[in-house]
């Protein structure tokens, strides 16, 4: 889910999203739900299917799969209450903001179910890449009028 305080922002988002995904896949409106518009589209050669919405004016929903829908619009656990999160954060140092986080095991089981987690391609391709890394985590704060960006890359 990506949000902005700008709500129009947020719509132009989804539209701009169903132009560039209409040249290359066959478009089907978005499930009705609490939304501001959207699409879904299947991933050509694979089961899966993308959805794009806008949710409550100022968010934006990108998912892969009906269950990972249903979470970005009703999640059982939100990011700030993610053990994962809670566990990079250290990392990044005092007074530091999070402006970006990925964690490699949700990564990780996506990309595993979108490709097969026996096939060939994920076994010897994919995971040998993904097993290494934890998160990433990026935050920034301000110091002596300037500001401080600082990214961690997790290792296990």
Do not use: C
């Amino acid at each position: 889910i990506v949000e902005s305080t700008d709500p129009q922002a947020s719509t132009d988002a989804v539209e701009r999203m169903l132009q560039i995904a209409s040249h290359a896949v066959d478009i089907r409106p978005a499930p009705p739900v609490n939304r501001t518009g959207g699409f879904t589209f299947t991933v050509p050669e694979t089961p899966v299917t993308v959805t794009v919405m806008g949710i409550g004016g100022d968010r934006v929903a990108v998912s892969a799969g009906s269950a990972t829908g249903r979470d970005a619009l009703a999640p059982a656990e939100t990011l700030v209450e993610s053990e994962a999160l809670r566990d990079a954060l250290p990392a990044l140092g005092d007074g530091f903001d999070p402006v970006l986080f990925v964690d490699f095991d949700s990564v990780e089981r996506l990309t595993a179910s979108v490709m097969g987690a026996e096939s060939p391609q994920y076994k010897g391709n994919v995971r040998p890449w993904l097993e290494p890394f934890e998160h990433i985590v990026s935050g920034s704060k301000l110091d002596d009028g300037g500001v401080i960006a600082r990214t961690v890359i997790g290792v296990e």
